[in-house]
Nanobody
C-alpha cells in the first residue's frame, strides 16, 4: 500500500523549534522525491521545499527566511522538515507529497499526487 504519514506536529511557543516527519510506505525515498507543503489559515496551500530522491534540495519560498530545512533518512524511509525560530504565522497544517506521475520529480501540488494526512503545527504562547 502506498502511504505517506506525517508526524511531529504540535503546539510550540514562538521562537521554538519543531521537526515534522514524513514516513513513506510502499515507496522508497531512494527513488522518490518528497515535497513539503503547508496550509495556513485563510491562505492557499504553499509549496515549501523538495528533498530529491538523490538528496538534492530545492527551496521554493522566502517566508521562512532560512528557518526551514529539509532532509531525509533513506534507512528510515523518512523525510524531515526542521523548523526553527517559529512564528505564529507558521501555524498551519504541514503536508508531504510525492508526484504521482513521476516520483523522481518534485510535486507541484496536484490533487492526484500522493499525500499524507497532514500534521498540525500551532505556534502560540
Amino acid at each position: 500500500q502506498l502511504q505517506l504519514v506525517e508526524s511531529g506536529g504540535g503546539l510550540v511557543q514562538p521562537g521554538g523549534s519543531l521537526r515534522v516527519s514524513c514516513t513513506a510506505s510502499g515507496f522508497s525515498l531512494e527513488d522518490n522525491s518528497i515535497t513539503w507543503f503547508r496550509q495556513t489559515p485563510g491562505k492557499e496551500r504553499e509549496r515549501i521545499s523538495c528533498i530529491g530522491y538523490s538528496g538534492g534540495f530545492t527551496h521554493y519560498v522566502a517566508f521562512d527566511e532560512g528557518r526551514y530545512t529539509s532532509s531525509k533518512d533513506n534507512a528510515q524511509n523518512t523525510a524531515f522538515l526542521q523548523m526553527r525560530n517559529l512564528k505564529p504565522e507558521d501555524t498551519g497544517v504541514y503536508y508531504c507529497a510525492i508526484n504521482s506521475e513521476d516520483g523522481r520529480r518534485c510535486s507541484k501540488g496536484k490533487e492526484d499526487d500522493y499525500w499524507g494526512q497532514g500534521t498540525q503545527v500551532t505556534v502560540s504562547s
